[in-house]
């Protein structure tokens, strides 16, 4: 059996899942403090405090996933890792657009977690594309 896991990709997934942290800490804190200076509707108010936990539970989903799928080199767990990391790049871009304020030196922190996301969205279907293909 050749191994066809990636220690690179594992490599891009502990860099993303870092700043996914430092990423949700800081929009927990912008969160509260934009809702508590700031008037914003009922509904997008109380989204607006719950959707950096939802997205950290997502991105810590897509790391447990992506990283399973890479070492068991298993395709079911990396298209769950696949469909994971869009729902991740959907919450950046949640906060980059529809979130009630926005402040201008977010916007870059939203725009390199799409970058990176982006970038292990590539590595993963790569690599799924290689699990795919070894099957046979």
């Known amino acids: 059996h ?16 870092f700043w996914d942290f430092v ?30 936990f939802l997205w950290f539970f997502i991105c810590v989903l897509k790391f447990l996933a992506a990283k399973h799928g890479n070492k068991s080199e298993n395709i079911t767990v990396t298209l769950i890792a696949l469909v994971l990391i869009v729902g991740s790049i959907l ?3 949640y906060f980059m657009v529809w979130q009630p304020y926005l402040w201008k030196w ?7 977690s ?8 590539i590595f993963a279907f790569v690599l799924l ?8």
């Not at 403090?33 to 959707?51: C, D, E, G, I, W």
């Not at 799409?114 to 969205?121: A, Q, T, W």
């Open 129 to 136: 594309i290689i699990f795919a293909v070894s099957r046979k």
């Open 91 to 93: 919450m950046e871009v």
């Open 23 to 52: 990423i949700a800490v800081i929009s927990v804190v912008l969160q509260a403090l934009k809702l508590y200076y700031f008037y914003a509707p009922t509904s997008p108010r109380n989204f607006s405090m719950v959707a950096p």
């Open 106 to 112: 977010e916007f870059p922190l939203h725009i390199v």
């Open 2 to 17: 050749k191994v066809r896991s990636n220690v690179f990709f594992y490599f891009i997934l502990i860099l993303v899942i």
């Open 114 to 121: 799409v970058v990176l996301d982006g970038i292990i969205f």
